[in-house]
């Protein structure tokens, strides 16, 4: 039977109920979209230290985190691992703003603390881990971490009480003892710093090959010193005597022939007066060189590799003597005065260049002044420069003997006749090349101490 009753009407009809049903499912959606576009705004925090890490953790060691990240900071963590444990040394938090952080601009964060001894370091190396969290739904991390050396003591140095005979531009040896808390020892003379090496089994017993070079002040006494990554030093000085060198005054009168030979080699292009370019190769580029050959005798090989005495150049004439002072004249005017570290010898045109004794090339190619060279590492800071040469033989890298022909003579660089320029070089000095030509001296100045390295 029909419905004749009357009924509310709907306004929504079947498309309203529908979109009633769907309110919940779009809520989820909107929810889940709010949340993943949170998700992706957050962003990892970025990390340094201040001024970099330090080079070494002491008693208290003072360091400054500093972060950027859009969002700021939720938490600073700093730890400290050492010899398997993890310790926590400092921590900063604040509160979280998960899901409201877009509506909280921050601005780069900085942190200052200190890492005490009391944080359980001892003598050794630690690994500082620096953490940042950053302050938003993600809450990544940003990290930073260096192992470091732990030095908790000063250092200290003690002379032997024998005392060092030194001659003025030749190479003696010093012995001497080091302690508490130190990584580098050696002497110092002067500008001039030479390295040591352990006695074997024995760290802190060093043997140190050194020279009172030509050029150092009667005031620069050689000294010890032991220093730490940290900063401290000690020094104390030893007793010694030094015998007066007797180096001669020379004056070169430069023709126009070897000017332009020079310039158009060493300076092809440059613009003003010959006599003040060749001044200026003769000083500016001369002390490049020679930086340069000191930095490679502080990179020597720690161990011995030379045997016996050195060779020098067969039937070969010396023309200039080591530490010759020499006055440079052009035109008859002084240019300016240097010192001529290494000696000159000539035999023949294209001579054949023996190795001093077994060693590693170094260096095989152009050096300014000292046109084709060839270096030559024996360890334990010692050197071999052969310069001026016309070809080379050899390449870095090879290892070389005795007598082994390296190259020939010429006149490269600055050089105005077919010789050979020898110089040898102990820990960064120029020394003189003839002493070490004789096994008697050898034998009796340095290798007894040399030999307790081995």
Same mark, same amino acid.
């Given at each position: 039977?029909?419905?004749?009753?009357?009924?509310?009407?709907?306004?929504?009809?079947?498309?309203?109920?529908?979109?009633?049903?769907?309110?919940? =499912?779009?809520? *989820?959606?909107?929810?889940?979209?709010?949340?993943?576009?949170?998700?992706?705004?957050?962003?990892?925090?970025?990390?340094? !230290?201040?001024? #970099?890490?330090?080079?070494?953790?002491?008693?208290?060691?003072?360091?400054?985190?500093?972060?950027?990240?859009?969002?700021?900071?939720?938490?600073?963590?700093?730890? %400290?691992?050492?010899?398997?444990?993890?310790?926590?040394?400092?921590?900063?938090?604040?509160?979280?703003?998960?899901?409201?952080?877009?509506?909280?601009?921050?601005?780069?964060?900085?942190?200052?603390?200190? !890492?005490?001894?009391?944080?359980?370091?001892? &003598?050794?190396?630690?690994?500082? @881990?620096?953490?940042?969290?950053?302050?938003?739904?993600?809450?990544?991390?940003?990290?930073?971490?260096?192992?470091?050396?732990?030095?908790?003591?000063?250092?200290?140095?003690?002379?032997? +009480? /024998? &005392? %060092?005979?030194?001659?003025?531009?030749?190479?003696?040896?010093?012995?001497?003892?080091?302690?508490?808390?130190?990584?580098?020892?050696? *002497?110092?003379?002067?500008?001039?710093?030479?390295?040591?090496?352990?006695?074997?089994?024995?760290?802190?017993?060093?043997?140190?090959?050194?020279?009172? &070079?030509?050029?150092?002040? /009667?005031?620069?006494?050689?000294?010890?010193?032991?220093?730490?990554? !940290?900063?401290?030093?000690?020094?104390?000085?030893?007793?010694?005597?030094?015998?007066? $060198?007797?180096?001669?005054?020379?004056?070169?009168?430069?023709?126009?022939?070897?000017?332009?030979?020079?310039?158009?080699?060493?300076?092809?292009?440059?613009?003003?007066?010959?006599?003040?370019?060749?001044?200026? !190769?003769?000083? *500016?580029?001369?002390?490049?060189?020679?930086?340069?050959?000191?930095?490679? +005798?502080?990179?020597?090989?720690?161990?011995?590799?030379?045997?016996?005495?050195?060779?020098?150049?067969?039937?070969?004439?010396?023309?200039?003597?080591?530490?010759?002072?020499?006055?440079?004249?052009?035109?008859?005017?002084?240019?300016?005065?240097?010192?001529?570290?290494?000696?000159?010898?000539?035999?023949?045109?294209?001579?054949? %260049?023996?190795?001093?004794?077994?060693?590693?090339?170094?260096?095989?190619?152009?050096?300014?002044?000292? #046109?084709?060279? =060839?270096?030559?590492?024996?360890?334990?800071? %010692?050197? @071999?420069?052969?310069?001026?040469?016309?070809?080379?033989?050899?390449?870095?890298?090879?290892?070389?003997?005795?007598?082994?022909?390296?190259?020939?003579? #010429?006149?490269?660089?600055?050089? $105005?006749?077919?010789?050979?320029?020898?110089?040898?070089?102990?820990?960064?000095?120029?020394?003189?090349?003839?002493?070490?030509?004789?096994?008697?001296?050898?034998?009796?100045?340095?290798?007894?101490?040399?030999?307790?390295?081995?």
């Amino acid at each position: 039977m029909p419905e004749y009753g009357l009924r509310e009407p709907s306004y929504m009809g079947g498309a309203g109920r529908s979109l009633l049903t769907a309110l919940p =499912v779009l809520a *989820v959606v909107a929810a889940i979209g709010a949340v993943g576009y949170l998700w992706v705004k957050s962003t990892a925090p970025a990390v340094e !230290i201040v001024g #970099g890490f330090p080079r070494a953790l002491g008693p208290s060691t003072a360091i400054k985190v500093r972060w950027t990240n859009p969002h700021g900071a939720r938490r600073l963590t700093v730890w %400290v691992e050492q010899n398997g444990t993890r310790t926590q040394v400092f921590e900063k938090a604040e509160a979280s703003t998960r899901f409201r952080f877009a509506r909280v601009p921050e601005v780069p964060g900085e942190a200052s603390l200190v !890492i005490s001894k009391s944080s359980g370091l001892t &003598p050794g190396k630690a690994t500082v @881990t620096v953490e940042v969290q950053s302050n938003d739904l993600r809450g990544q991390v940003g990290q930073v971490a260096k192992e470091l050396p732990v030095v908790l003591e000063k250092p200290s140095v003690t002379a032997d +009480s /024998e &005392p %060092v005979f030194l001659r003025r531009g030749g190479t003696g040896v010093v012995t001497f003892g080091v302690g508490g808390g130190w990584d580098d020892a050696g *002497v110092r003379v002067g500008k001039y710093t030479f390295p040591s090496w352990p006695v074997k089994g024995r760290a802190e017993r060093r043997v140190a090959l050194i020279s009172i &070079p030509p050029d150092a002040g /009667e005031e620069d006494a050689p000294v010890l010193f032991a220093r730490n990554a !940290i900063g401290d030093e000690a020094t104390t000085e030893f007793r010694h005597t030094v015998t007066p $060198g007797k180096f001669r005054e020379r004056t070169l009168e430069l023709g126009d022939r070897l000017m332009e030979k020079v310039l158009g080699e060493l300076d092809a292009g440059a613009q003003g007066p010959a006599a003040e370019r060749f001044a200026r !190769i003769n000083s *500016v580029m001369r002390r490049a060189n020679d930086a340069t050959l000191a930095d490679l +005798s502080r990179k020597s090989e720690g161990k011995r590799l030379w045997d016996g005495p050195f060779a020098m150049l067969p039937r070969g004439k010396a023309e200039a003597m080591f530490a010759d002072h020499r006055t440079y004249k052009y035109g008859g005017k002084a240019l300016n005065k240097e010192w001529h570290l290494g000696i000159d010898m000539a035999s023949v045109q294209n001579a054949a %260049v023996p190795a001093g004794n077994a060693g590693k090339v170094v260096h095989a190619g152009r050096l300014g002044i000292y #046109g084709n060279c =060839v270096v030559i590492d024996h360890g334990l800071g %010692v050197l @071999t420069v052969y310069g001026h040469m016309s070809r080379l033989g050899v390449k870095v890298g090879d290892p070389v003997k005795r007598g082994q022909e390296i190259g020939k003579s #010429g006149m490269t660089g600055l050089a $105005g006749g077919d010789h050979l320029h020898l110089g040898v070089m102990v820990g960064g000095a120029f020394v003189d090349p003839v002493e070490w030509t004789y096994l008697s001296w050898m034998d009796q100045t340095i290798m007894p101490a040399l030999k307790t390295l081995e």
